[in-house]
Structure formats: structure tokens, C-alpha cells
């Protein structure tokens, strides 16, 4: 399922090698709250593998529109059980100020942008 959130850029890290093959970035945007500006939220990305770049064009103080994956994890580790959830940046658009848009989930492609689709690290969804 794919979400979008429009805020404005206040850090972008550099990319780290984690291993051989994992590469990742990431990236804050502070999302305003529009009934009180004190209470903003921080929303932390990343963005992996050939997707590392989708954050160069962009400066910090930029209005930008992220386009992202949730994803959740189990790691398990001397016998004790974690779980983690990743937001996956897939997708990053500048906003002009004139853009009245309002942060959507889950948003539903139109015909002409499914090209445009997330990407997804499972060939098939289905369990059959």
C-alpha cells in the first residue's frame, strides 16, 4: 500500500553502506499541524538501494511531497524477539507554496500513472 505526506525538508543524511548489497538514506520532513504549529510532527524516511538519489535535487527548507511504503519487520536475537516498521521512500516531488494540497493516504492511481506504481520486493502478494 502506498502513502504520500507534504512537508518540509530539515535533514538529509548521507547514504550508508551497510553491507555488500544494502545501501540506505535517510531524510526528515516536519510536517506542520495546521490547528497548532507547536505540535508538528518529525517523519523520518529512508530511501534504499538505487533509490538512495531521489533526495539530491531537493535542499533543506523545501516543500516536498513523499511518496512511501510502510514496511515492518521482525528481528529476532539471542532469544529475544524486536519488531521495527520502515517508512520507504519510493517517490519525491518539489510543492510550490501556491500548492493547496493536503497530505492523503492511501491514494489510488489513475489510469495514466500506473506506471508510476511502488515498487514492490515481492513478485506475488497472494499466498496461492
Do not use: H
Request: aromatic fraction near 10%; hydrophobic fraction near 35%.
Amino acid at each position: 500500500m502506498s502513502f504520500e505526506l507534504i512537508g518540509t525538508l530539515i535533514v538529509k543524511e548521507e547514504t550508508v553502506k551497510v553491507s555488500d548489497k544494502f545501501q540506505k538514506r535517510e531524510f526528515v520532513i516536519e510536517v506542520v499541524n495546521e490547528k497548532n504549529a507547536e505540535w508538528s510532527d518529525f517523519v523520518k524516511f529512508q530511501s534504499v538501494q538505487d533509490r538512495v538519489s531521489i533526495i539530491d535535487p531537493f535542499n533543506l527548507g523545501d516543500k516536498i511531497k513523499v511518496s512511501f511504503n510502510i514496511k515492518g519487520n521482525r528481528w529476532e536475537r539471542d532469544g529475544r524477539v524486536n519488531y521495527f516498521t520502515n517508512l520507504d521512500a519510493w517517490r519525491v516531488e518539489k510543492v510550490e507554496d501556491n500548492d493547496n494540497e493536503l497530505p492523503s493516504s492511501p491514494s489510488i492511481p489513475l489510469p495514466d500513472q500506473l506506471d508510476e506504481l511502488p515498487p514492490s520486493e515481492q513478485e506475488d502478494e497472494f499466498p496461492f
